[in-house]
DNA sequence: CAATAGATCATCT
DNA sequence: GATGATCTATTGC
């Protein structure tokens, strides 16, 4: 496989939208489903009116002011689950949304559970695609990347990585914010 | 192609 | 009671 180390906790414990940045072309692993980071998209503290901790401490926004390196996932549109990898030191708020993956195996469990995917770039080029193909649930809001079932490796390819940022994708506020960063000219990013 | 409707529910007003 | 960090199928040009 090609991955190594996972990604330990000073990784995480940083302004959210260099953890972003630097996610890009990271292996996301769970059980034996695994795919390359593409898309990304930072969300900030309490001056972020998009982002979910923008009203501050909740019962549903608690893990984004917990301790960084921990999976924050939501349910949205009563249907599909989002991952979220929470940033900063404890008490502050951040996090990056997880956009798109490239698949690298477990390709045929991920099909299974994505049956109208007709295509290898329909698997994970989306938030709600990408948490169904590799099997990420609300059972894992919360769970430590460093060490839970679900972890984010360095990338044996430390070829260079072209990064372009955009405004983030289907917010009504703070929407020309550039905090949208994808790897350039990858096919697996969402539409 | 592009535009739109519908699915469906946790969270917050 | 409305809304939302989405996706798919369908309709219409």
Redesign the pocket.
Known sequence: MASSAPLKRDFYARPAIEVARDCLGKILVHGAAAGRIVEV?A?LGVDDR????W?GL????RV?FGPPGHA?V???????E?L?FVCEPEGQAG?V?I?ALEPLSGLAIMRRR?P??RRVE?LA??????T?AVGITRKLNGADLVAGPLQVRRSRDESPIEVLATP??????CADWPLRFVIADNRFV?R
């Open positions: 998209e969300y998009a982002a979910h901790c009203r909740t019962d549903r926004t984004i924050y939501y349910f949205i549109y009563g249907m599909y989002c979220n996090c949304l956009r994505r109208s995917a329909d080029s989306g938030p709600g695609k990408l169904l983030r994708i289907g917010i009504t506020h969402s």
